[in-house]
DNA sequence: CCTTCATTTCGGCAAACGCCGAAATATACA
DNA sequence: TGTATATTTCGGCGTTTGCCGAAATGAAGG
């Protein structure tokens, strides 16, 4: 398979398509994430694997937490173009996205985290 | 499911990226499409269906044939930026698509339309 | 009207995908 | 070292996807 359907089956699912936007808001934790989508913590991991694999996101381990981050300066010029697609809010909006982005803002990692 | 993703769906497939591609050279029928492929003309019909509901191609009846265009012209902001996306060769230049577009030249479909 | 032929639709099958809970891994901290 | 907790990996299950051949559709020409 080429390397830009893999690009393009990383965005051809809701719930990633959501965790970028979300990740557009600030970097997450897999619970932050879990809690906004409402999937179970193995079914985000996977979903985030995917994300890495392609080059969206990257990851940092920080205390107990692995953050997840935009990969905003990967130098794949196509993942870049896709990622500034996936961003652009005039192209892509959708009321679920602001939601989410939402909720971004209010959930604390050090509540929720009892899994 | 988003719009956004249907139209990432559509895009995450080999075969549906290189009728886009070949599709950038001319506009083609569907057994010219399917000699290229290689695959049977039902599966070639049903990728160019999913390739026009996401807007990307449309296609006009001419005497024996239908033939697929891509949709240049659609007004949808997000089909014009991931159509653009895909025909830019500096990001999308896959060793297939420059085979599949000389083919595409040598093709001619009085010749092979014998199903 | 009837045949021809390009295309689409249908039914079915194997592989891929998204989901889950459970087990494994890893990391902090007591 | 041992326990707690965040995350990943594994096995399995139901759905979707891509593929095919066969049947249906539709338009052109005899």
Same mark, same amino acid.
């Given at each position: 398979m080429t390397d830009m359907v893999k690009l393009f089956k990383a965005l051809a699912d809701p719930?990633?398509?959501? @965790?970028?936007?979300m990740l557009q808001v600030r970097p997450l934790c897999v619970c932050e994430i879990r809690e906004i989508l409402d999937l179970a913590v193995s079914t985000v991991s996977q979903h985030l694997a995917i994300l890495r694999d392609a080059g969206f996101i990257y990851d940092v381990k920080e205390n107990k937490w692995v953050n997840y981050y935009l990969h905003r300066q990967n130098q794949d010029k196509a /993942? #870049?173009? =896709? =990622? #500034? =697609? /996936?961003?652009d809010p005039a192209l892509f909006g959708d009321? @679920?996205?602001? =939601?989410?982005?939402?909720? /971004?803002h209010r959930v604390d990692r050090n509540q929720l985290c009892r899994l």
């Open positions: 719930s990633r398509v959501r @965790i970028l936007k /993942v #870049q173009a =896709l =990622l #500034q =697609l /996936v961003q009321e @679920i996205h602001r =939601l989410d982005a939402d909720r /971004v």
